[in-house]
């Protein structure tokens, strides 16, 4: 896993890849990147805006991944438009009261 320290302190411009099958394509200075070995099995925490990269799987297995956001109830888009929390919507549920 390739990472960006405090790069997730950072505005970074995004879009859907159309040449690649990245998520995403940012424009990023890959001389600040920094390897991070993630062995089988293992995990990597890290904020979900830290700019990763992950260099083509070209083996005959698999890579899983396994995604999970925190957010709080409150939590706003970044067009300071708020994401309803509730249990139709469980990713941001809060718990009851």
């Known amino acids: ?4 320290p405090g790069s997730h302190r ?3 411009a995004h879009a859907t890849s ?3 099958t990245a998520l995403l394509e940012v424009a990023a200075d890959a ?7 993630v062995c089988a099995g293992a995990f ?3 904020h979900c805006q ?11 297995r698999d890579r899983r991944a396994f995604v ?8 706003t888009h970044s067009g300071g438009q708020r994401m309803p929390a509730g249990w139709e ?3 941001l549920a809060s718990a009851p009261r």
Request: aromatic share 2%.
């Open 1 to 4: 896993m390739q990472l960006i």
């Open 10 to 12: 950072e505005v970074a």
């Open 18 to 20: 159309s040449s690649t």
């Open 31 to 37: 001389s600040k990147a920094v390897t991070v070995p």
């Open 44 to 46: 990597l925490l890290h």
């Open 50 to 60: 830290t700019l990763h990269y992950t260099a083509p799987n070209r083996s005959d």
């Open 68 to 75: 999970i956001h925190v957010m709080v109830p409150g939590t």
């Open 89 to 91: 919507r469980p990713i």
